[in-house]
């Protein structure tokens, strides 16, 4: 089976009937990179950037970022590279005293953006040294934890005067660094329409949406199936991000963790999906899955799944989506 997947390497990820299916990688190591360029990935879609502020007492320095998020730039030889900005908060705390951890409601509180907005200084660091690797290849800035346009607005507006400093300062950075926004918070998914104009790119999280969506927390072991993406309002939910973008010709993938489980792909297919990042490690076994699927016949079956009560309902949909590729 090893073998078989192997052969997998160099080959496209395409259905049965022909759609090329662009697969991304999430990536937070440079042994991640290394490994999202052999496996062929088309780029990495979710560069998490949280690991350069763990395990330390200090803030990493702009150069420091800089030179990181270069040689990652460099790593994917040409192909884009989705860095996004520092998703800290009480539930991913650090040591450089950046979070303060003794929130009430850790997952509701001052994290992602909502930190980068609250500490300028951090996030200029760090947005000029990811602009400063875009003069090495294509970058693109992922914004986690988007609740409302303001706050993409805002990041907007300092991304544009850090660029315009830069290139005064003499760096050369690219002329387009397409900014998107992580949807993973419920009023961002309802509430997209308002803001999806002020987007590039779109990436669900579906890690934390399922977590708000659900109001069952990600890690809580006793919560057990509850917290899981088969729930008909999650996939509802999905849809209707996945068509508003559509609409809107923006482009949109998952980095959630369901996107690295092969059983999800015809689920995440049929929904409309065809950009999906996840971590090398199941990179294989993901396309594998793809080139088995036939994205015509899972199309014509998106409303039987959008119709489906419950997990159960779900799993059966899932169960005669895998037969009908065996
Ligand atoms: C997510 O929430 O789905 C996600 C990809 O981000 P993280 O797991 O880093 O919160
Ligand atoms: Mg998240």
Redesign the pocket.
């Given at each position: 089976e090893q073998r078989e997947l192997g052969r997998l390497r160099g080959k496209p990820s395409r259905t049965r009937d022909g759609h090329d299916i662009t697969l991304l990688a999430?990536a937070e190591s440079a042994d991640d990179v290394a490994q999202a360029h052999a496996l062929g990935a088309a780029g990495l879609g979710?560069y998490?950037t949280?690991f350069l502020f763990l395990q330390r007492n200090e803030l990493p320095s702009e150069e420091e970022q800089f030179q990181v998020y270069r040689d990652t730039v460099l790593g994917m030889s040409g192909r884009p590279v989705t860095i996004?900005t520092l998703?800290l908060g009480a539930d991913?705390a650090d040591r450089t005293g950046l979070v303060l951890g003794d929130e009430d409601n850790p997952a509701l509180g001052l994290r992602g953006v909502r930190l980068s907005l609250a500490r300028p200084e951090v996030a200029d660091a760090q947005l000029r040294a990811i602009l400063r690797a875009s003069g090495y290849g294509p970058v693109r800035v992922l914004v986690?934890m988007v609740s409302c346009r303001e706050e993409i607005v805002l990041l907007r507006r300092q991304l544009k005067r850090l660029a315009t400093r830069l290139r005064a300062e003499g760096h050369a950075i690219a002329e387009d660094v397409p900014l998107g926004a992580?949807i993973?918070v419920p009023a961002a998914a309802i509430g997209l329409e308002a803001f999806i104009d002020d987007v590039d790119f779109l990436?669900?999280?579906?890690?934390?949406?399922v977590?708000y969506l659900l109001a069952a927390d990600r890690n809580h072991e006793a919560l057990g199936e509850l917290y899981s993406p088969l729930h008909p309002a999650v996939l509802r939910l999905l849809r209707h991000v996945i068509a508003t973008a559509q609409a809107h010709d923006t482009p949109v993938a998952v980095?959630?963790?369901i996107a690295g489980d092969p059983r999800f792909v015809p689920m995440l297919l049929s929904l409309g999906l065809t950009e999906l990042s996840l971590h090398p490690a199941t990179l294989l076994e993901v396309r594998r899955a793809i080139r088995a699927s036939h994205l015509g016949a899972l199309t014509m079956s998106s409303s039987r799944l959008l119709r489906a009560r419950d997990r159960k309902g779900i799993e059966k949909w899932l169960a005669s989506a895998a037969e009908a590729d065996a």
């Open positions: 999430n979710l998490r949280e996004r998703d991913k986690p992580m993973e990436s669900i999280g579906t890690n934390d949406l977590q980095c959630g963790e």
